[in-house]
């Protein structure tokens, strides 16, 4: 088998030819993905996300709080210190010497935002900018926190805040930020983990690459390995019949204004009664929606009678948290560590099936054996380092992918972060990114209700992208209809 194919760990390594000397790892997996595009697409996939919450605290006593939480975030996370250094070979650099509190002064920010939140606006704003941020005495960062606060005083404990986070895709995943926020919360309420800061010692945090991470290369690798990275391929590269999704927008894509959100919640009742029905059918809550997603799509872009199509989704990603093996703690690994799952799905006889509940189950159903096959595999949490260097090449590519929108299930917010934590009631999540070509349907479950945000580039238009949330979830809770199937 050829070396290139062979997943290998990397270790930090001190490089004392530099001054001061610093501490670098190659970027690999999802982290060298993400960059890829970052670097390709004027920062695409940085993101922003964070809480809103309710405290009695003053804006005073929570930003001395903020401040002294991250301190201790940057100690346990360090990565969030780290730059990024050659765009064919990128590598993760860390200083120990950097000045703590330049960094700090630079990194946090108190966000004032007049009578009212508007956390959403704030996100939006936020995505116009790019990162690195470079202070005037040239000290930088790829990684801030926000504090939104506001003029409106409030009363008891309903003083109206918010706690933001902002970085690249190739540092931090959706969990990865859920837990962040949780230990900014613990720490900000006097709880938590103990933390002694000793700059010194604080590189012996930085994170493991993903294939330590999840355990190693597994023995079955020489004898599946290849065979699962073909079929990886084959799937984001190779239809069976054509693609079919939302015909591309007709105005070109310009990153300088502001990405187009629309959110939907559901009741208590209905997001109860979807997972029982999934659980019924034995499919999963993102299989559904996955599917909803796709039919969405061939509801508004409709297909020609007898016409074969594939529905192609290359960006379905798994988060690796729940794999991560000891000493490496899920609720401090703060790294980029997906696993890319790409679906693409023969729809000939989902679409002859003979309503529209049918054919989404049948949808669904087909899914979720993909999902089940690759989760079922036992190189699977490996293959994503090997498969992140055949898809993006040893240099980054300037042509943009095809206009598409998949969807992507963060899961339980409060499975990482609980709503109620001392001082700080947390009411929700809102998140957003630089955005490309690609859509993004994003669900999430909090206070028991499944939360749905459709994001996509202002190139898309406002219709469309409302349309398609709105059909994506009419058509997922078609499983509770009684249509006859």
Known sequence: MESSLIPSQTEWVLNTSRHPPVYTRPMVGSERWMHND????NGANELCAGINFTS????EELRDRTRRALDKFRFVCPIVACA??????????YTPSADREAWLDLAFVVEQRGSSLNSSEFVKDINLTHLPCVGAD????????YLLVTSNEGGGDRREY???LQGPHSMMDGGPILHALNLMCEWMSDSGMDVTIVPSEEWKNLPVDVITATGGVPKEWEISGTELLQDLTTQATTMSAPGHRLPPPS???????????????????ETRAVVAQAKKLGISVSALFNAANGLAQFKMNPVSLGKDVDFPNPMTTVSTERYLKPPVNPKTYFTSSLCAMPLRIPMARPLREGSEKATLIMTAKIIQEQFDKYLAHPCFLVSMPILAKLLTGQNATSELPPWQCNLQNLGSVESRIPTRQGHININNIGFGGRVTTFACIHMWTVHKKFHFQVEGAAAWGDETLKTLLEETIRIGLLVLSDAKL
């Open 38 to 41: 970052w670097l390709a697409f």
């Open 56 to 59: 009695p605290l003053s804006i």
């Open 84 to 93: 990024i250094e050659d765009d064919e070979s990128p590598r993760w650099v």
């Open 138 to 145: 040239g000290t930088s960062t790829l990684f801030r926190v």
């Open 162 to 164: 918010g706690l933001y």
């Open 251 to 269: 105005r070109p894509l310009d990153m300088s204004e502001r990405p187009i959100r629309h959110n939907i919640i559901l009741s208590e009742s």
